[in-house]
């Protein structure tokens, strides 16, 4: 690398949500009223280009001792400098999710809800919230279809690598 060449400039807009940033991997647990209940592994990466207002997310899960590929989506989180935040998420499933929410940088906490759920037959309604404890992010994903109210569907615990 060159000595004199500047580091990469983090824009403003995503310095508040910078630890995310770099690779996260860990286990989390499924379920819903229609489906048994199931463990997984999950690699999170959070990615940002240099001067841009915009953070790359990229998901994938597997199940647990086989590794076969489970689920994977992928996307893009725009927080802005007020504390709200624009997320649109594309799903392996074709499914995809624009949503919003907000974000505190105190407590590194976001918390989304979709505003639009777009190619989904039965799903009407997603949130997640993602939280930093102790080091480790955590996550939990809430979901309704058209004959099921809010119901908790996903959670996990993630470590840097």
Not at 71 to 94: C, F, M, N
Not at 117 to 139: P, W
Request: aromatic residues 8%.
């Amino acid at each position: 690398m060159d000595a004199n060449k500047e580091p990469p400039v983090v824009h403003p807009a995503v310095a508040a949500l910078s630890f995310l940033l770099g690779t996260w991997r860990g286990q989390g647990e499924g379920g819903y009223p229609t489906i048994n209940s199931f463990s997984y592994a999950e690699e999170l990466h959070f990615s940002h280009s240099p001067n841009k207002p915009v953070i790359g997310y990229t998901q994938k899960t597997w199940k647990l001792g086989s590794g076969e590929p489970m689920h994977a989506e992928s996307g893009y989180w725009r927080p802005k400098l007020d504390g709200t935040i624009e997320v649109v998420i594309a799903q392996s499933t074709g499914l995809v999710e624009v949503q919003k929410g907000t974000y505190s940088t105190e407590q590194k906490v976001i918390q989304l809800q979709s505003e639009m759920v777009g190619n989904a037959s039965k799903v009407k309604e997603i949130r997640r919230c993602f939280r930093m404890v102790d080091g480790t992010l955590c996550y939990d994903v809430e979901m309704a279809t058209n004959t099921i109210t809010l119901q908790p569907h996903l959670k996990a615990a993630l470590k840097k690598l």
